[in-house]
């Protein structure tokens, strides 16, 4: 039967292959075979060619013959596993997973066919226990992060996702106007003179911005996916799907246009700042005008892998990411009020006795 | 009286700063880390004067 996913199997013994991210080989836990990407990707590339024509022609059928917002439910999809013909209920934007039955990695090609192909990926290079470690490591040394909750908070999930980002090549034409004042003191007699002189201060220019991340997925904390930038994009690859096996994937479900006025806010703040730096030589400057206006130049389509961590504590949720190339890791963590007040009137109580000893001694 | 709301802003100061610990999670607002080296060209520069204020400050030898 013709199927719209492909499951990377091992070409010795057919047990599931994944991408394992220090050795950047597909490699079979069970008979230890390790694959170049290249290789795995011409024997696949048959199937995934396959499987995209079925899902498309799935799609075509389903759309003469039911009404328009009947054809997928809630916003899912489902699926058959090609090797034990479970069906696999995935969100729509999914487009890599692993069966929950026989645990094959499955890749569904239709979400990276024609437009929705991405232009790069960058390959995991970090494994899960690199990013169990990191969540540990992150709750040391925060003094008011709950007790309890190092103890306590237990693991709930994590996983390896490679989420879609746009990539933006940005240019911005700025011109700036700035107050700035030359502030000199000198004292005469039993007066203090501050002579000030104001300027009108003008800067011009151009600023190109290079492939400035913003994730394309809904499903992203955007403050989460922000704070683990950079990536580095030196290690950037052509796509392929081979590097997706083992891990989640999703296509983007907003496009560049809906992302640009994130990347836009970031690029009209920066040239600002950095038409101030162009500004020396002043007591103070402030930004009186600005003018900014943008030109997105080029807009590439790339995966970035991510490691999502959720812990629950006290019937709440906390999420953690971390960068699945670099290890940068991210999320917010509980605050103990107790400790946060008792600190906060110890703290007092010491500085003012500090302040009235300093006091005594100087009078 | 000084004493004690000097030690109480130092004091706050420094429990922000420990509570800011918790909260990696933001929204950037800045892309000055995507600028390339030569990706700057500065091609209007004026600085135009404008007037001079002067203030003057009695100063107090007295006991503070």
């Given at each position: 039967m013709a199927t719209q996913v492909t499951n990377y199997q091992c070409p010795t013994c057919t047990a599931p292959l994944h991408f394992d991210g220090p050795s950047g080989k597909l490699v079979c836990d069970y008979c230890g075979g390790s694959y170049e990407v290249a290789e795995i990707e011409a024997m696949f590339a048959e199937a995934n060619k396959k499987a995209a024509q079925t899902a498309q022609k799935a799609e075509s059928e389903k759309n003469e013959d039911v009404?328009?917002?009947?054809?997928?439910e809630e916003g899912m999809k489902s699926y058959s596993c090609p090797s034990c013909g479970a069906e696999l209920i995935c969100d729509e934007t999914t487009a890599a997973t692993s069966c929950p039955y026989c645990g094959n990695t499955t890749v569904i090609p239709h979400q990276f066919t024609g437009t929705r192909r991405p232009d790069y990926v960058i390959p995991f290079k970090l494994e899960k226990d690199a990013a169990v470690a990191a969540l540990k490591k992150h709750y040391k040394g925060k003094f008011l992060l709950p007790r309890a909750f190092m103890k306590e908070a237990h693991l709930d999930e994590v996983k390896g996702v490679y989420v879609p980002f746009w990539l933006f090549d940005t240019k911005a034409t700025a011109r700036v106007v700035f107050d700035a004042t030359d502030e000199s003191v000198r004292v005469s007699g039993d007066e203090r003179i501050i002579t000030s002189k104001h300027y009108k201060v003008t800067r011009g220019g151009t600023v190109e911005f290079e492939r400035i991340p913003v994730d394309?997925?809904?499903?992203?904390p955007d403050a989460h996916m922000d704070s683990i930038e950079p990536f580095n994009y030196e290690e950037m690859k052509e796509f392929s799907m081979a590097y997706l096996p083992g891990f989640l994937a999703d296509k983007y479900d907003q496009d560049e246009k809906t992302c640009a006025q994130r990347v836009h806010d970031r690029c009209r703040n920066s040239a600002v700042e950095i038409m101030k730096d162009q500004?020396?030589?002043?007591t103070s400057c402030i930004v009186a005008d600005a003018k900014v206006s943008l030109e997105d130049q080029r807009v590439k389509y790339a995966l970035l892998p991510v490691w999502l961590l959720s812990t629950k504590w006290k019937d709440k949720s906390y999420l953690f990411a971390m960068n699945g190339q670099t290890g940068k890791l991210v999320g917010d963590l509980p605050v103990d009020w107790t400790r946060f007040w008792l600190l906060l009137l110890g703290l007092t109580v010491g500085f003012w006795l500090l302040a009235g000893v300093i006091m005594q001694l100087t009078s | 009286m000084i004493s004690l709301i000097i030690a109480i802003i130092l004091a706050v100061m420094v429990c922000l700063m420990l509570k800011g610990q918790l909260r990696t999670a933001v929204i950037k607002k800045?892309?000055?880390?995507?600028?390339?080296?030569?990706?700057i060209h500065v091609t209007e520069k004026e600085d135009r004067y404008l007037h001079t204020t002067v203030v003057r400050q009695k100063i107090n030898r007295g006991k503070d």
């Open positions: 009404p328009e917002g009947w054809g997928t394309g997925s809904s499903k992203m500004v020396t030589g002043y | 800045q892309a000055d880390t995507y600028v390339e080296d030569r990706g």
